[in-house]
């Protein structure tokens, strides 16, 4: 495959992805250390000099702990849109190649970027399509809700990396503040939110791979999604990437 997807972990401690479109390699969001980023990229036989940029999705800090020290980096491009490098900046300015974006698609080196918008509470988080020599992968991690104009982004990807945070009644039973539990329910999809998405729409979707990411350590559990897995017959492979 020329568009290849490695998530380097998911989940409230980092999120991090490779992407590699031919010899061009991107981080998209850089939730880790740079020690942890470097190790990882290591294992797949990269190293942290041959990136090109890094796709930023949002300012929470699981998403961006690794920006600082990554900046210094030669030649390496931060990709965010302008409100998304406000918010970072105003913690800690970055002396980096910003490069900024808006809803239209943008082209790097052949690779066909979409960003495109999600509910989550940050200033203005996006996820990303990538189009690549036929190839497609979405990245669509920290969704509150599933909305009519998110629906085409996902269905039209060969390579769904989607998040499932929870499970419903493992949340609510969970020893978590009630204000906690209603904002993870209203900035993270469920179980049942992913799989009835996946159950609709899996007959026309161009799925040939998904990966259900982003999972809560505490929230939720490999037996949940193992049975989701099941009940909705999927015909594409799935993926569960474990916090664990």
Not at 1 to 16: E, H
Not at 74 to 87: D, H, V
Not at 160 to 186: G, Y
Not at 231 to 236: F, I, K
């Amino acid at each position: 495959m020329s568009l290849r997807v490695t998530i380097l972990g998911s989940s409230s401690a980092g999120n991090c992805g490779l992407l590699q479109a031919d010899r061009h390699c991107f981080l998209i969001d850089a939730g880790f250390s740079r020690k942890q980023i470097a190790l990882k990229l290591q294992t797949l036989g990269v190293e942290l000099d041959a990136l090109s940029g890094i796709f930023i999705t949002h300012e929470h800090s699981d998403h961006i702990r690794g920006l600082s020290p990554l900046s210094k980096i030669p030649g390496i491009r931060f990709y965010a849109n302008i409100k998304t490098q406000q918010a970072i900046e105003a913690h800690k300015p970055l002396a980096v190649d910003w490069q900024n974006f808006g809803t239209d698609s943008l082209t790097i080196e052949g690779l066909e970027v979409r960003p495109f918008g999600i509910q989550h509470d940050a200033v203005d988080p996006v996820g990303f399509r990538f189009n690549y020599q036929g190839e497609c992968v979405t990245w669509a991690l920290d969704v509150g809700r599933i909305t009519d104009t998110l629906i085409p982004h996902l269905t039209q990807a060969n390579t769904l990396v989607m998040e499932s945070n929870h499970d419903t009644d493992l949340l609510w039973h969970s020893e978590r503040s009630i204000a906690l539990k209603t904002r993870i329910t209203e900035a993270h999809l469920s179980n049942n939110d992913t799989f009835s998405f996946l159950k609709k729409y899996q007959e026309q979707a161009k799925w040939k791979e998904i990966y259900l990411a982003h999972i809560s350590q505490e929230c939720n559990s490999q037996q949940c999604l193992k049975e989701a897995i099941e009940a909705a017959h999927l015909t594409s492979t799935v993926h569960i990437v474990r916090p664990w």
